[in-house]
T-cell receptor, first 113, second 108 residues
Framework: DAGITQSPRHKVTETGTPVTLRCHQTENHRYMYWYRQDPGHGLRLIHYSYGVKDTDKGEVSDGYSVSRSKTEDFLLTLESATSSQTSVYFC????????????FGQGTRLTVV | KNEVEQSPQNLTAQEGEFITINCSYSVGISALHWLQQHPGGGIVSLFMLSSGKKKHGRLIATINIQEKHSSLHITASHPRDSAVYICAVLDRDDKIIFGKGTRLHILP
């Protein structure tokens, strides 16, 4: 398996609290992505990063921010968690080289109550 | 309209049947992935294709770039093949775009 770890794996939090999810990789891959997976929607892109301090928004970025201060870590922050952000969150990594495979983390199940 | 469409959404078949899952996309791509996800589990890459056909055991994946279509076939299906199969494309901006998945259930 590619060296990609998500933490925490499970979290329950209250509405209005900030939450940070971490994606850590040991592969030195340049590209990193955060997705959320919801029934009926599949995986949808929240934010992605092409390198340190180089991030961009995906299709469902409202309410989320990201930071990438080191190659190995891509942090996803829910600034003020809402029940609509209850989901399973997946991180993915990819090398910069064209046509290379993506590798996925095990997912973080977040419940906002 | 979704940029990546899969069909069928759900598929139930008997053990031993030949399975086909289809994926159509509307964007320019550099590669296409077929992924597998077991219930409550992580996502595993089965294939990455940019042209032609690939085979791994009982799994075969094909892609037709001109028609913007890919298929995943499973020969001699088995209950352990039951999972969600997801098609994902790598677009020209290096974003990965996913289909909604096909839930496959193989009955013993």
């Amino acid at each position: 398996d590619a060296g990609i770890t998500q933490s925490p794996r499970h979290k329950v939090t209250e509405t209005g609290t900030p939450v940070t999810l971490r994606c850590h990789q040991t592969e030195n891959h340049r590209y990193m992505y955060w997705y959320r997976q919801d029934p009926g929607h599949g995986l949808r892109l929240i934010h992605y990063s092409y390198g340190v301090k180089d991030t961009d928004k995906g299709e469902v970025s409202d309410g989320y921010s990201v930071s990438r201060s080191k190659t190995e870590d891509f942090l996803l922050t829910l600034e003020s968690a809402t029940s609509s952000q209850t989901s399973v969150y997946f991180c993915a990594i990819r090398r910069q080289v064209m046509n290379t495979e993506a590798f996925f983390g095990q997912g973080t199940r977040l419940t906002v109550v | 309209k979704n940029e990546v469409e899969q069909s069928p959404q759900n598929l139930t078949a008997q053990e031993g049947e030949f399975i086909t899952i289809n994926c159509s996309y509307s964007v320019g791509i550099s590669a296409l992935h077929w992924l597998q996800q077991h219930p409550g589990g992580g996502i595993v890459s089965l294939f990455m294709l940019s042209s032609g056909k690939k085979k791994h055991g009982r799994l075969i994946a094909t892609i037709n770039i001109q028609e913007k279509h890919s298929s995943l076939h499973i020969t001699a299906s088995h209950p352990r093949d039951s999972a969600v199969y997801i098609c994902a494309v790598l677009d020209r901006d290096d974003k990965i775009i996913f289909g909604k998945g096909t839930r496959l259930h193989i009955l013993p």
